[in-house]
């Protein structure tokens, strides 16, 4: 089995990381750069950012911001927000990140994915999925950072966009954020095992349980947190060594 991977997600608002519930009633968690270096020596595995405004504001997400990240931030990391054209996301790959995110941008024109695959290949290619759940068994995607429902369904956008090249998902239960009531098994183990490539879960994380149960039972690949390790709920370590004492491989 590969080895699970911890990622911290570090929201971007006006230049600051923030963190809120249900993205919404956002508080101060510190400046992204300060936080990435402390990921680091944490010993993350990877790091995502997200500019969460970017698509509500229709900018693209702030250039310098990438190029500080690239010289400091000596681990993978993705980034995500306002990202619309090939050439916005060419400009965030020859600054030094790893990958991009696309979400609202996939929604308007999934030939984005594929042309994004094909220039740079699938694996630098995530594409962010914000669900909520809408009824028994049914969860609807939304954009704009989760401010506006699709109608599109869950599990059939998550196979649309691995048949179109993306090379992992970013699946966050907007019903879960920031609630720290645990991920949203259901959901991440049904679009896991509907698709062929990893998906990182996000939206609920808050005790270290939740961290077990969403790579056994949720059947995820990685798992995002912000908040808890943000404000030292939990040091990435201690996450780590309790998934090695439950018998889930993860990097050390």
Known sequence: MLAKRIIPCLDVKEGRVVKGVQFEDLRDAGDPLELAKYYVAERADELVFLDITASKDKRPIVYDLVEYLAGEVFIPFTIGGGLTSVEHIREILVRGADKISLNTAAVHNPNLISDAAKRFGSQCVV???????????????????????????????????????????????MDRDGSKIGYDLEITSTISQAVNVPVIASGGGGELSHFRDVFGQGHADAALAASIFHFKQFRIKEVKDYLRENGIPVRV
Do not use: C, M, Y
Request: hydrophobic content about 45%; proline content about 4%; overall charge neutral.
């Open 127 to 173: 594409v962010a999925i914000d669900v909520k759940n809408v009824g028994p068994g049914r969860w609807e995607i939304f954009t704009h950072g989760g401010s506006k429902p699709t109608g599109l369904e869950a599990v059939a956008w998550a196979q649309k966009v691995t048949a179109l090249g993306a090379g992992e998902i970013l699946l966050t239960s």
